[in-house]
């Protein structure tokens, strides 16, 4: 069974810095990874997806890489701003039907 | 194309009450997923749609729950009886059937907030 572990569940930084969101699975047999922003109260966006062939996206100030072999994946943020505050989940998708399981998230604070 | 919506975006009732959810995926997409999220936690999968048949459910779909796809296009899910425990935001997510680059990312709806008194 796959389990996805985000650690920590909560990270508070000041404006301008760059941060680094971990993500770690037990099953390397994935077909892709996707990171997800939740802001509170409200559905999932889709920030990056990563095939399991590739090693990492980038959109904008973000970056995700994955290691399949060693079952990890980060999301690398750059210059973060306040409007980057939400909690960020990493989900793995696998199986013959390529359903997702998510990690419990990252609250990201970042202060002004 | 306004992505996925869900309907109602809130939903109080009584416990042993029956509730339904109506989810409507972006047009074309024939994959569709349901998901359940509680407090604090991710998001747990519930069941999955390619067109109308539904191919795989979850241990977590007991028998008071059911979920329809008629014609392959919007997806409905219902709670018979239900619970305290039944308390959460319900996801649904489409995407296109292809499995290639984006095609295959999972868009999600904003979600359906479930309080059984």
């Known amino acids: 069974k796959q389990e996805v572990t985000q650690i920590p569940a909560a990270l508070s930084v000041p404006e301008g810095e760059n941060l680094v969101l971990n993500c770690s699975f037990t099953d390397s047999a994935i077909y892709n990874l996707q990171w997800f922003r939740q802001d509170p109260g409200k559905g999932l966006t889709s920030l990056l997806l990563?095939?399991?062939?590739?090693r990492e996206q980038t959109s904008g100030r973000l970056n995700a890489s994955l290691d399949k072999s060693s079952g990890r994946s980060t999301l690398y943020i750059a210059a973060s701003q306040p409007g980057d505050s939400a909690t960020y989940l990493c989900?793995?998708?696998?199986?013959?039907?390529?359903?997702?399981?998510f990690g419990k998230g990252i609250t990201l604070s970042v202060r002004p | 194309d306004t992505g996925v919506s869900q309907d109602p975006r809130h939903k109080i009732t009584k416990r042993g009450q029956n509730v339904t959810f109506r989810c409507d995926p972006i047009s074309e997409h024939n994959r569709l997923y349901w998901y359940r999220q509680t407090l604090g936690q991710g998001p747990e999968f519930l069941t999955y749609?390619?067109?109308?048949?539904?191919?795989?459910k979850s241990r977590l779909l007991s028998d008071r729950f059911s979920a329809e796809r008629p014609k392959g296009s919007f997806s409905t899910l219902e709670i018979q009886r239900t619970e305290q425990g039944d308390s959460a935001m319900y996801l649904c997510?489409?995407?296109?059937?292809?499995?290639?680059?984006?095609?295959?990312?999972?868009?999600f709806g904003p979600g359906t907030r479930l309080l059984v008194l």
């Open positions: 990563i095939q399991s062939s590739q």
């Open positions: 989900a793995v998708g696998s199986g013959a039907n390529s359903k997702l399981t």
């Open positions: 749609f390619q067109n109308e048949a539904q191919l795989e």
């Open positions: 997510a489409s995407r296109p059937n292809l499995r290639t680059g984006l095609y295959e990312t999972q868009y």
